[in-house]
């Protein structure tokens, strides 16, 4: 795992930005796992700066939406299918047959999240996988608890994600109780991860990442045994960190 300290927010999304670009360069037809939250604004911000300069062309690019809300129309203003849309989606030359959202058949959860895996693995699996971290370790919606065999599947939310992901709705009653998301081995088969890690309130889930013990309580130690895991990060997230783990030039390898 290697962990890059950013000066701040700004800097980590145009790294990330950046790696994202390489990736499209590397392989035009390239499959990216995509998080929504408020992580990854700044970088999809400069993925379409990049765009709209000519630097970078989605045109056969696939995408994979890590999660999704259950209970909200897909043009609820809060469902991740419209923050996507609105964000990423409609500003860039994806094609919208390459642009997926996980989504549970009403009826039949289970075939609509094996469906999902399907459209995955038929994709040729995911290249680069970008996350946010929740402060509980969440990965996706994964919650503490969550097996490390999980694919995709249907999720209850804890109280603490749902109190967290308030800020976007009137309430917190208005949140929705449940998910669908991409399981931890969904995550896992990427082949390359990047992990978006910014502010005070992440100093805690970022040291618990990088050196907690492995296992389900704390889903995100799982990309510990990940073989390509950068962890991006800024100054403030890194306090407690950097206090345990001197880093070399801003970056630290574990
Ligand atoms: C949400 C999302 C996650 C995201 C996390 C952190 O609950 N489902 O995919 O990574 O919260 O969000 P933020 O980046 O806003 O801190």
Redesign the pocket.
């Known amino acids: 795992m290697i962990i890059k300290r950013c000066e701040n927010y700004e800097q980590m999304s145009l790294t990330a930005a950046d790696i994202v670009k390489r990736q499209v360069a590397a392989k035009p037809d390239c499959v990216l796992g995509l998080?929504?939250?408020?992580?990854?604004l700044g970088m999809y911000e400069h993925l379409i700066k990049l765009y709209n300069r000519g630097e970078l062309d989605f045109s056969s690019v696939m995408t994979f939406n890590?999660?999704e809300y259950i209970g909200l129309d897909t043009d609820h203003p809060q469902s991740?299918h419209q923050f996507m849309e609105d964000t990423f989606f409609q500003q860039v030359n994806l094609k919208p047959g390459n642009t997926h959202m996980p989504k549970p058949d009403e009826t039949d959860n289970l075939s609509g999240c094996q469906n999902y895996e399907r459209k995955i693995f038929n994709a040729g699996g995911i290249d680069l996988q970008i996350?946010?971290?929740?402060?509980n370790g969440?990965?996706?919606?994964n919650e503490p608890g969550t097996s490390f065999s999980s694919q995709t599947h249907v999720v209850q939310?804890h109280d603490e994600?749902r109190r967290?992901?308030a800020r976007f709705f009137d309430s917190k009653d208005e949140v929705p109780k449940a998910?669908v998301?991409m399981g931890i081995k969904t995550i896992m088969r990427a082949r390359t991860i990047l992990l978006?890690c910014s502010?005070e309130?992440?100093q805690e889930a970022l040291i618990q990442l990088v050196c907690s013990t492995v296992d389900e309580t704390f889903p995100a130690s799982v990309l510990q045994l990940h073989p390509d895991v950068t962890v991006l990060t800024d100054k403030s997230a890194c306090v407690i960190l950097e206090n345990k783990y001197p880093f070399k030039e801003n970056e630290l390898f574990i």
């Open positions: 998080p929504t939250g408020s992580s990854p890590l999660d991740y996350l946010g971290i929740g402060r969440h990965i996706g919606f939310l994600t967290a992901n998910a998301t978006l502010g309130s992440k």
